[in-house]
């Protein structure tokens, strides 16, 4: 509960808060054994080679469902205890790309390789996250919701890199549009909860970065991460397109542990790459800034030290765009 607590004193309202993920407490706490808990009405087990799905639950699928459950109880006794009321909430979970390069079926070969089963398990895990907002919109104050979906495996989904489940060779790529539709209908469910957006962390290495953007800005989603040293030129003038549509982006600036910038040299950083695109301040309102790596190995005073940077940087941010 400690690092509940820690969060919420430092990204109380107005600040967005998010929902800590302890991947460090073992098998089932991390992101996919966390995210294959979400899937509606299937059951999974752990084999040696991953998590199987479409099969009984196993002991392993037992403990990740036990973790959710906690820490959604864990959450609506810390917000319970607030004096304020939290209104925003950011979850973090697998995005439906990366989940199904993590899946296997019962004979052991990735879901990937069965049309029908990827589309019904997908189909099942955008329901699966919609019904875990539900469950902290009904214990909480909660009534906004930001779902982070973190998509690792895109590139290697999009371009048939994955290898199967031998090692001897490579999955087909799955089809743009298809991939395109799966973020469509992930947009569309989670949009059934009232204030709830839609936001993707791309890997910052992936040579054709921009071509995925522009997937998931044609099914709809409403933002994007972005690690400032993996953007070039190109990257940058992509993302204030997206800015001028309307997008928001979440700006990945400090890793906890390590020195912080003072606020004049932090928001001269953001400053910068905005004005030289030409973008207007009044904009700025369109940008999140947030810790550039998750706080699972991380102690409470680092925790503390970074949040607390990060809201002053956001505070003079919000002070420029009220004078621009």
């Given at each position: 509960m400690e690092i509940h607590k820690v969060v919420r004193g430092e990204l109380?309202?107005?600040?967005?808060?998010?929902m800590p993920q302890?991947?460090?407490r073992g098998v089932g706490a991390d992101p996919l054994g966390r995210s294959t808990s979400m899937v509606s009405d299937m059951g999974f087990d752990l084999q040696p080679h991953g998590w199987r799905i479409g099969v009984?639950?196993?002991?392993?699928?037992?403990?990740?469902?036990?973790f959710l459950r906690s820490d959604e109880n864990l959450l609506a006794d810390v917000l319970g205890a607030e004096k304020k009321p939290a209104q925003r909430l950011k979850v973090s979970v697998l995005g439906p790309w990366s989940l199904a390069a993590g899946l296997y079926l019962s004979h052991g070969e990735r879901i990937l390789i069965d049309h029908g089963a990827r589309r019904d398990i997908l189909q099942a895990y955008a329901d699966g996250v919609r019904?875990?907002?539900?469950?902290?919109?009904?214990?909480?104050?909660?009534?906004?919701?930001?779902?982070?979906?973190?998509?690792?495996?895109?590139?290697?989904?999009?371009?048939?890199?994955?290898?199967t489940a031998s090692g001897y060779?490579?999955?087909?790529?799955?089809?743009?549009?298809?991939?395109?539709?799966?973020?469509?209908?992930?947009?569309?469910t989670m949009a059934q909860i009232e204030g709830t957006s839609v936001i993707v962390n791309l890997p910052g290495a992936d040579t054709d970065w921009i071509k995925r953007v522009d997937i998931l800005h044609q099914a709809g989603v409403n933002g994007y991460l972005i690690d400032p040293p993996s953007m070039n030129h190109p990257r940058w003038?992509?993302?204030?397109?997206?800015?001028?549509?309307?997008?928001?982006?979440?700006?990945?600036?400090?890793t906890p542990g390590m020195r912080a910038p003072g606020v004049v040299?932090?928001?001269?950083?953001?400053?910068?790459?905005?004005?030289?695109?030409?973008?207007?301040?009044?904009?700025?309102?369109?940008?999140?800034?947030?810790?550039?790596?998750?706080?699972?190995?991380?102690s409470s005073s680092q925790v503390?030290?970074?949040?607390?940077?990060?809201?002053?940087?956001?505070?003079?941010?919000?002070?420029t765009r009220v004078d621009a």
């Open positions: 109380g309202e107005p600040n967005l808060a998010v302890l991947a460090e009984g639950d196993g002991i392993d699928a037992r403990r990740a469902r036990s019904q875990h907002l539900l469950r902290l919109r009904s214990s909480t104050s909660i009534r906004q919701f930001t779902v982070q979906l973190d998509e690792p495996e895109l590139p290697g989904v999009l371009d048939g890199t994955l290898p060779r490579t999955l087909r790529s799955i089809p743009r549009a298809e991939v395109r539709e799966v973020y469509a209908q992930f947009v569309q003038e992509r993302m204030a397109s997206l800015i001028e549509s309307g997008s928001q982006i979440y700006l990945q600036l400090l040299e932090g928001v001269h950083h953001v400053l910068r790459p905005w004005q030289q695109l030409g973008l207007p301040l009044t904009r700025l309102g369109q940008l999140t800034l947030m810790p550039a790596t998750s706080f699972a190995h991380s503390i030290e970074c949040l607390q940077h990060l809201t002053g940087y956001a505070q003079a941010l919000e002070q």
